[in-house]
Nanobody, 117 residues
Framework: QVQLVESGGGLVQPGGSLRLSCATSVVTFANYAMSWYRQATGKQRELVATITTNSNTNYPDSVKGRFTISRDNAKKTVYLQMSSLKPEDTAVYYC???????????WGQGTQVTVSS
Protein backbone atom coordinates (compact mmCIF):
# COMPACT_ATOMS: atom_id res chain seq x y z
CA GLN A 1 0.00 0.00 0.00
CA VAL A 2 1.42 3.34 -1.05
CA GLN A 3 1.85 5.88 1.72
CA LEU A 4 2.61 9.59 1.58
CA VAL A 5 3.43 11.12 4.96
CA GLU A 6 3.70 14.89 5.33
CA SER A 7 5.56 16.59 8.15
CA GLY A 8 6.94 19.99 9.08
CA GLY A 9 3.74 21.94 9.55
CA GLY A 10 3.07 24.14 12.53
CA LEU A 11 2.50 27.67 13.77
CA VAL A 12 4.67 30.44 12.36
CA GLN A 13 4.55 34.22 12.51
CA PRO A 14 3.91 36.29 9.39
CA GLY A 15 7.13 36.70 7.44
CA GLY A 16 8.50 33.44 8.78
CA SER A 17 9.52 30.24 7.04
CA LEU A 18 8.65 26.56 7.16
CA ARG A 19 9.86 23.50 5.32
CA LEU A 20 7.39 20.74 4.62
CA SER A 21 8.46 17.21 3.79
CA CYS A 22 6.54 14.35 2.19
CA ALA A 23 8.09 10.92 2.55
CA THR A 24 6.62 8.29 0.27
CA SER A 25 6.66 4.55 -0.19
CA VAL A 26 6.16 4.85 -3.94
CA VAL A 27 8.40 2.24 -5.49
CA THR A 28 9.02 4.09 -8.76
CA PHE A 29 9.06 7.56 -7.18
CA ALA A 30 11.21 9.07 -9.92
CA ASN A 31 8.43 8.36 -12.43
CA TYR A 32 5.84 10.39 -10.56
CA ALA A 33 5.10 14.08 -10.79
CA MET A 34 4.87 15.45 -7.26
CA SER A 35 2.71 18.31 -6.10
CA TRP A 36 1.67 20.20 -3.02
CA TYR A 37 -1.90 21.35 -2.58
CA ARG A 38 -3.54 23.27 0.21
CA GLN A 39 -7.04 23.70 1.52
CA ALA A 40 -8.08 26.50 3.80
CA THR A 41 -11.20 26.22 5.93
CA GLY A 42 -14.28 26.73 3.81
CA LYS A 43 -12.33 26.88 0.56
CA GLN A 44 -11.56 24.51 -2.27
CA ARG A 45 -8.29 22.64 -2.45
CA GLU A 46 -5.79 24.52 -4.60
CA LEU A 47 -2.52 23.62 -6.27
CA VAL A 48 0.52 25.21 -4.64
CA ALA A 49 3.49 23.73 -6.47
CA THR A 50 4.39 20.96 -8.90
CA ILE A 51 7.68 19.30 -9.79
CA THR A 52 7.81 17.01 -12.79
CA THR A 53 9.85 13.88 -13.31
CA ASN A 54 12.42 16.10 -15.02
CA SER A 55 12.42 18.46 -12.02
CA ASN A 56 10.64 21.25 -13.86
CA THR A 57 8.63 23.32 -11.41
CA ASN A 58 5.45 25.34 -11.59
CA TYR A 59 3.74 27.67 -9.12
CA PRO A 60 0.63 29.81 -9.07
CA ASP A 61 1.16 33.56 -8.80
CA SER A 62 0.00 33.54 -5.18
CA VAL A 63 3.16 31.72 -4.02
CA LYS A 64 5.65 32.34 -6.83
CA GLY A 65 8.92 33.69 -5.48
CA ARG A 66 8.07 32.61 -1.93
CA PHE A 67 7.67 28.83 -2.20
CA THR A 68 10.13 26.32 -3.64
CA ILE A 69 9.40 22.68 -4.36
CA SER A 70 12.17 20.13 -4.64
CA ARG A 71 12.55 16.38 -4.73
CA ASP A 72 15.07 13.77 -3.64
CA ASN A 73 14.48 10.64 -5.69
CA ALA A 74 16.92 8.60 -3.64
CA LYS A 75 14.95 9.36 -0.48
CA LYS A 76 11.57 9.23 -2.27
CA THR A 77 10.77 12.55 -0.65
CA VAL A 78 9.43 15.87 -1.86
CA TYR A 79 9.88 19.17 -0.04
CA LEU A 80 8.18 22.53 0.05
CA GLN A 81 10.25 25.43 1.33
CA MET A 82 7.94 28.29 2.27
CA SER A 83 9.20 31.76 3.10
CA SER A 84 7.69 35.20 3.63
CA LEU A 85 4.61 33.45 4.91
CA LYS A 86 1.33 35.34 5.10
CA PRO A 87 -1.81 34.70 7.13
CA GLU A 88 -3.57 33.74 3.90
CA ASP A 89 -1.15 30.81 3.54
CA THR A 90 -2.87 29.20 6.51
CA ALA A 91 -4.27 25.85 5.38
CA VAL A 92 -3.86 22.11 5.49
CA TYR A 93 -1.11 21.20 3.03
CA TYR A 94 -1.35 17.93 1.11
CA CYS A 95 1.23 15.99 -0.83
CA UNK A 96 0.20 14.39 -4.14
CA UNK A 97 1.94 11.85 -6.35
CA UNK A 98 0.65 11.41 -9.90
CA UNK A 99 1.83 9.03 -12.60
CA UNK A 100 1.80 11.14 -15.77
CA UNK A 101 -0.88 10.51 -18.40
CA UNK A 102 -2.73 8.06 -16.14
CA UNK A 103 -5.34 8.25 -13.43
CA UNK A 104 -2.92 6.81 -10.89
CA UNK A 105 -2.38 9.20 -8.02
CA UNK A 106 -1.91 9.15 -4.28
CA TRP A 107 -2.53 11.64 -1.50
CA GLY A 108 -1.07 12.21 1.91
CA GLN A 109 -3.12 12.89 5.02
CA GLY A 110 -2.16 16.57 5.22
CA THR A 111 -0.25 18.79 7.62
CA GLN A 112 -1.57 21.99 9.17
CA VAL A 113 0.23 25.28 8.54
CA THR A 114 -0.95 28.26 10.56
CA VAL A 115 0.48 31.73 9.96
CA SER A 116 -0.45 34.03 12.78
CA SER A 117 1.05 36.51 15.22
Amino acid sequence: QVQLVESGGGLVQPGGSLRLSCATSVVTFANYAMSWYRQATGKQRELVATITTNSNTNYPDSVKGRFTISRDNAKKTVYLQMSSLKPEDTAVYYCNAKFPRTTIEYWGQGTQVTVSS
